[in-house]
C-alpha cells in the first residue's frame, strides 16, 4: 500500500533557529501533499496544502513566511518552521493521496518539535 | 462552510459493549465521509469511507443526510478497538480533508 514517510520524527530545536520537515511518498507520486498541524489532545488543523512546481496554498490564519513550504519533486514536500519560537512547539504531519484527487489520504508518521 | 462536529471526546465502553461514535457535518453537496483512525503511538489511518460501503475490522457507518450524519458503529467492542476515532470531510480545492475534534475510545476488560 502507499507509505508517507516522514523525517524527523521528533527534533528539538533552540528559539530563534529554523528546522525543516521532510515528507516523501515512497512508493507513488503526488502531485499533492497536504500539512497538517495537531496540538495535544487536539484534533489536526490543516495548514497548508503543497503542490508540485507551485507555490503552496495556506489556510487562513496561517503565516506562510513562518512556515515555508517546498514541493520540489513529486515524491517530497519539506516544511521550514522559520524563527522558531515555543508556541511553534507541536506535532506536525504530512499526507498525500495515492490515486486521484477522491482516494484516500495516507498519512506520515508526524514530527515532533520541541521549540526551547 | 464545511463543517465536521464529533460532539464527544471521550466513549468509554466494557468489551462487548456495542459501540456509537458521532459524527455531524455541515457541506453544501452530496458529501463524501471518512472515518480514520489513531491507536497508541500510530499513524492516522483510513478506517472506512461511505462511498464503498464496507465494513473494517467489524466498524460499519452509514451516511444519514436527513440528518446530517455520518455515525461510526460496531456491536461488539474489542480492546483492540480501544484509539482515537477522527470523522473527516473533503473540503475545498485539492479535495483536502478537515476533521473533527476526535472522540477517544477506550474499551475496558
Known amino acids: 500500500g502507499a507509505v508517507v514517510s516522514q523525517h524527523p520524527s521528533w527534533v528539538i530545536c533552540k528559539s530563534g533557529t529554523s528546522v525543516k520537515i521532510e515528507c516523501r511518498s515512497l512508493?507513488?507520486?503526488?502531485?499533492?501533499m497536504f500539512w497538517y498541524r495537531q496540538f495535544p489532545k487536539q484534533s489536526l488543523m490543516l495548514m497548508a496544502t503543497?503542490?508540485?512546481?507551485?507555490?503552496?496554498?495556506?489556510e487562513q490564519g496561517v503565516e506562510k513566511d513562518k512556515f515555508l513550504i517546498n514541493h520540489a519533486s513529486l515524491t517530497l514536500s519539506t516544511l521550514t518552521v522559520t524563527s522558531a519560537h515555543p508556541e511553534d512547539s507541536s506535532f506536525y504531519i504530512c499526507s498525500a493521496r495515492g490515486g486521484g484527487e477522491n482516494s484516500p489520504l495516507h498519512f506520515g508518521n508526524g514530527t515532533r518539535l520541541t521549540v526551547t | 462552510a464545511q463543517r465536521v462536529t464529533q460532539p464527544e471526546k471521550l466513549l468509554s465502553v466494557f468489551k462487548g459493549a456495542p459501540v456509537e461514535l458521532k459524527c455531524n457535518y455541515s457541506y453544501s453537496g452530496s458529501p463524501e465521509l471518512f472515518w480514520y483512525v489513531q491507536y497508541s503511538r500510530q499513524r492516522l489511518q483510513l478506517l472506512l469511507r461511505h462511498i464503498s460501503r464496507e465494513s473494517i475490522k467489524g466498524f460499519t457507518a452509514d451516511l444519514n443526510k436527513g440528518e446530517t450524519s455520518f455515525h461510526l458503529k460496531k456491536p461488539f467492542a474489542q480492546e483492540e478497538d480501544s484509539a482515537m476515532y477522527y470523522c473527516?470531510?473533503?473540503?475545498?480545492?485539492?479535495?483536502?480533508?478537515?476533521f473533527g475534534a476526535g472522540t477517544r475510545l477506550a474499551v475496558h476488560p
Open positions: 473527516a470531510l473533503p473540503s475545498g480545492g485539492y479535495n483536502k480533508l478537515i
Open positions: 503543497s503542490n508540485e512546481g507551485s507555490k503552496a496554498t495556506y
Open positions: 512508493d507513488f507520486q503526488a502531485t499533492t
